[in-house]
């Protein structure tokens, strides 16, 4: 990881070694955010786990019957919750992509509370992609205002794209873990 001063250039790399990233093997898929001054990091999500420096939360397993829930975009806080939009994949001979979304609280220990029950996107062979390419859809980032999520998303791994949806329909479409 690097920190990037005012004018975007690279200021410090960051070494991180937690759950054996750094010792021989690059680990992906964490999920970065900052809480009331100190950084953070969503580790994975069976069990549920967020990190901050030698800290662990560690909750349930959070079910989804769309393969196993990786990273996504970072958590963004909203009244007393951050919410993060996730990818699975489920491999059926060519490998599938969904993408849901979570939220948890917005304090330690960080219980995650509601999850969508069905994907939110689900990746298709509508748009471009060539053969060797999974069918993804990937989310990156993610903005809230005037009461509506924007989310940004890889889609096949050769475009990019943008979704909105309204807060309330996306609570609709959640349920308690």
């Known amino acids: 990881m690097f920190r990037l001063d005012e004018k975007w250039e690279i200021s ?3 070494q991180l070694t937690y759950g054996g990233n750094g010792k021989g093997t690059t680990q992906k898929n964490w999920v970065f955010f900052s809480h009331e001054g100190e950084h953070y990091f969503v580790y994975q999500y069976a069990p549920f786990q967020v990190v901050s420096g030698e800290t662990l939360y560690s909750h349930k397993n959070l079910e ?3 393969g196993q829930i990786r990273g996504g ?3 963004v806080r909203v009244g007393d919750l951050y919410f993060t939009f996730f ?3 489920l491999d059926h001979g060519r490998s599938k992509y969904y993408m849901g979304a979570l939220a948890f ?3 330690a220990p960080f219980h ?3 999850l ?3 994907p939110l996107l689900t990746s298709t062979n509508r748009e471009p992609n060539p053969a060797w390419t999974p069918l993804t859809v990937f989310p990156c980032g993610a903005l809230f205002r005037n009461d509506t999520w924007t989310v940004s998303l890889g889609v096949n791994d050769m475009n990019c794209g943008l979704v909105d949806y309204g807060y309330g329909e996306l609570l609709k479409l959640m349920s308690p873990v």
């Open 87 to 89: 990818h699975s994949r």
């Open 73 to 75: 975009t970072p958590p």
């Open 105 to 107: 609280e917005a304090k």
């Open 12 to 14: 410090e790399e960051v």
């Open 116 to 118: 969508t029950e069905v």
């Open 112 to 114: 995650p509370l509601w």
């Open 64 to 66: 989804w019957q769309f």
